[in-house]
């Protein structure tokens, strides 16, 4: 981001609105604790309307009519050529997401809010937010950070409840190969491997084909 011109660092709001550039649509984002949160913000306008150029605008304490934000360059909301055009027509390809699907999620490393410490669960688990050697951050999972609590872990693992799963799935993976093992063992010490015994069958009712009907049981492993 370039720096915040002079002129602007009179007009910087406590709060931050996001406008969309193709038709004025302008909504909230949070509050600005210091000109330096600027990056930051502007980084959730972008990604909270990410099939669209956006710019971010602030209102000042105690102001409620977006209308009355202005630009981070000084312009006034009011002034720009788009000032509530969404209020009166509908701009083609101008929405925050494609009119066809969904726009792909901003990478959890390219997010400016999070701040170290932070929880993101991922799609089989929990990871938390370290500094990297680097520079930055990187997400670890919550069983190998360094640092947290085992306090801290169990409440995580309270919500996202990873190591029961994981456990149940590797119960029904060995139980499925235990009794894969004692199959092939009863099969090769038969005598010529011998076929089992046929289907039980059954009377047919209300005039069905007479066919062998499939005796099962429940499996024993609960996932």
């Known amino acids: 981001m370039a720096a915040v011109p002079a002129a602007a660092r009179t007009v910087l709001g406590a709060r931050t609105v996001c406008v969309r550039s193709c038709d004025g649509y302008v909504f909230p ?33 105690g102001e409620t009519e977006f209308d009355r934000a202005v630009g981070l360059d000084g312009q006034p909301y009011r002034s720009l050529a788009v000032a509530n055009l969404y209020r009166t027509k509908r701009v083609e390809q101008c929405s925050c997401q494609p009119e066809q699907g969904v726009a792909a999620p901003l990478s959890i490393l390219q997010d400016m809010t999070v701040r170290a410490g ?12 370290v500094p990297a050697r680097a520079g930055g951050f990187t997400v670890v999972d919550f069983r190998e950070a360094r640092g947290l609590s085992r306090r801290a872990r169990r409440d995580i693992d309270a919500k996202v409840d990873v190591v029961r799963r994981e456990a149940d799935a590797r119960a029904l993976r060995q139980g499925v190969r235990r009794a894969d093992r004692a199959l092939r063992v009863r099969v090769a010490a038969s005598d010529g491997f011998e076929p089992g015994p046929l289907p039980i069958d059954v009377e047919p009712r209300f005039g069905a084909v007479r066919a062998p009907t499939r005796v099962v049981m429940a499996s024993p492993f609960v996932y």
């Not at 990056?39 to 304490?61: D, Q």
């Not at 669960?121 to 938390?128: D, G, H, I, P, Y």
Request: contains cysteine.
């Open 29 to 61: 984002l949070g509050r600005l604790g210091a000109r330096s949160d600027l990056p930051v913000h502007e980084a959730a306008c972008a990604a909270a309307c990410p099939n669209t150029p956006t710019r971010l605008f602030t209102l000042g304490a």
């Open 118 to 129: 932070d929880v993101v669960a991922t799609e089989a688990s929990a990871a938390v937010v």
